[in-house]
T-cell receptor
Framework: AQSVSQHNHHVILSEAASLELGCNYS??????LFWYVQYPGQHLQLLLK??????LVKGIKGFEAEFIKSKFSFNLRKPSVQWSDTAEYFC?????????????FGPGTRLSVLP | SAVISQKPSRDICQRGTSLTIQCQVD?????MFWYRQQPGQSLTLIAT?????????ESGFVIDKFPISRPNLTFSTLTVSNMSPEDSSIYLC?????????????FGPGTRLTVL
């Protein structure tokens, strides 16, 4: 079965610091990769996704992620965080055309940005 | 992406009662799902709601406890039956297959359920 791990449970940064949240998955074939964000009191939103092509994907709000196939990783980055980036971040993996149990979420990383 | 609404947004219920949660999408979608997000945890898929037929449940979830309906391509309901405090959670509806993007899920705002 597929699994998704996220390196950190809780990350605390000061404003303007750089961010990298780790995501690793276990799946032997081609995958689609996602990062979702859940701001406090708000619903889950799609930040970015990777299906194929350029492994460096740009999303909304200045976020980007890099897919490294050899490392089974899809780390999320942002060069300079803001207080408004405080949220829970979830990595998710799914094989193309797959749904249901094949869409697997990581445990989430809580990001706290200090003003 | 589609606009997804859920009703109610939150509720407080007594043990042993049932609650039906509605999910409405503003456009037809191929697939609809129901998730549970327990406090401080990630999302767990409950079932895939199939239009016009029985839902497909994931391991650990059964129809008697979580009956699901999907009468058309824009609407689904999830009922949490015979509730206990362990059912306190956020229940999320998600959809896929909007505007040709079949491989991306979009989520509703969730229903926060507290069972006393």
């Amino acid at each position: 079965a597929q699994s998704v791990s996220q390196h950190n449970h809780h990350v605390i940064l000061s404003e303007a610091a750089s961010l990298e949240l780790g995501c690793n998955y276990s799946y032997g074939g081609t995958v689609n990769l996602f990062w979702y964000v859940q701001y406090p009191g708000q619903h889950l939103q799609l930040l970015l996704k990777y299906f194929s092509g350029d492994p460096l994907v740009k999303g909304i709000k200045g976020f980007e992620a890099e897919f490294i196939k050899s490392k089974f990783s899809f780390n999320l980055r942002k060069p300079s965080v803001q207080w408004s980036d405080t949220a829970e971040y979830f990595c998710a993996v799914m094989p193309p055309g797959g749904y249901g149990q094949n869409f697997v979420f990581g445990p989430g990383t809580r990001l706290s940005v200090l003003p | 992406s589609a606009v997804i609404s859920q009703k109610p947004s939150r509720d407080i219920c007594q043990r042993g009662t049932s609650l039906t949660i509605q999910c409405q999408v503003d456009s037809q979608v191929t697939m609809m799902f129901w998730y549970r997000q327990q406090p401080g945890q990630s999302l767990t898929l409950i079932a895939t709601a199939n239009q016009g037929s029985e839902a497909t449940y994931e391991s650990g979830f059964v129809i008697d406890k979580f009956p699901i309906s999907r009468p058309n391509l824009t609407f689904s309901t999830l009922t949490v039956s015979n509730m206990s405090p362990e059912d306190s959670s956020i229940y999320l509806c998600s959809v896929a297959g909007t505007s040709g993007f079949t491989d991306t899920q979009y989520f509703g705002p969730g229903t926060r359920l507290t069972v006393l």
